[in-house]
């Protein structure tokens, strides 16, 4: 069965400090792995995708890592702001651009920055 | 330009109660999906829809149904509530699955 492990499962830093948030996937056959970000009380919204040929993505402060021989992935969030705080969710497709249920998603990172 | 919107964003319903939700994009995207979210776990595939007049169930569809009369709209109906069917649902669309757009989402709570 896939599957789409994240860890930590929550996690506190201070306002400023960089912070990274892991991915393990056994999806196979693998087409592309996303990162959502999604704040409270809203619909997850897109921050990076990234096919099997891309080892890395950056959106902003927000750097995506890949590593499809490990099955691994992370999310790099560096100089952490307070509208940081959400939760943030892996999810892993084992089909290219395919409909219904191939895509796997990971159960989340709740992410709190203080200040 | 709206995107994704859903309606309601709050409902209460007593068991066995059925009702609509509704779920409209205004992008003329072609993939329609509903997912529930439920404390802990990952959002979840209840069904979905590649084209007006095609839909497919997901992987909890149990209870609930869709259609898909036109590209814009893909409401999800929930037959007779059950408890277990307390939840935040999110409706998603895109061009393909490759990229996603979800709603706001709507919290329903089954008493």
């Known amino acids: 069965k896939n599957q789409v492990e994240q860890s930590p499962q929550s996690l506190i830093i201070l306002e400023g400090k960089n912070c990274t948030l892991q991915?393990?996937?056994?999806?196979?056959?693998?087409?592309?792995l996303r990162w959502y970000k999604q704040d409270t009380g809203r619909g997850p919204v897109s921050l990076t995708i990234?096919?099997?040929?891309?080892n890395t993505k950056s959106n902003g402060r927000y750097t995506a890592t890949l590593d499809a021989d490990t099955k691994q992935s992370s999310l790099h969030i560096t100089a952490s702001q307070l509208s940081d705080s959400a939760s943030y969710i892996c999810v892993v497709s084992d089909l290219p651009n395919n409909a219904g249920n191939m895509l796997t998603f990971g159960g989340g990172t709740r992410l709190m920055v203080k200040p | 330009n709206a995107g994704v919107t859903q309606t309601p964003k709050f409902q209460v319903l007593k068991t066995g109660q059925s009702m609509t939700l509704q779920c409209a994009q205004d992008?003329?995207?072609?993939?329609m999906s509903w997912y529930r979210q439920d404390p802990g776990m990952g959002l979840r595939l209840i069904h979905y829809?590649?084209?007006?007049?095609?839909?497919d169930q997901g992987e909890v569809p149990n209870g609930y149904n869709v259609s898909r009369s036109t590209t814009e709209d893909f409401p999800l109906r929930l037959l007779s509530a059950a408890p277990s069917q307390t939840s935040v649902y999110f409706c998603?669309?895109?061009?393909?699955?490759?990229?996603?757009?979800f709603g706001p989402g709507t919290r329903l709570t089954v008493t």
């Open positions: 990234m096919t099997f040929s891309e």
């Open positions: 829809s590649v084209g007006a007049g095609i839909t």
């Open positions: 992008m003329n995207h072609e993939y």
């Open positions: 991915c393990n996937y056994t999806v196979s056959p693998f087409s592309n």
């Open positions: 998603a669309s895109g061009q393909g699955f490759y990229e996603q757009y």
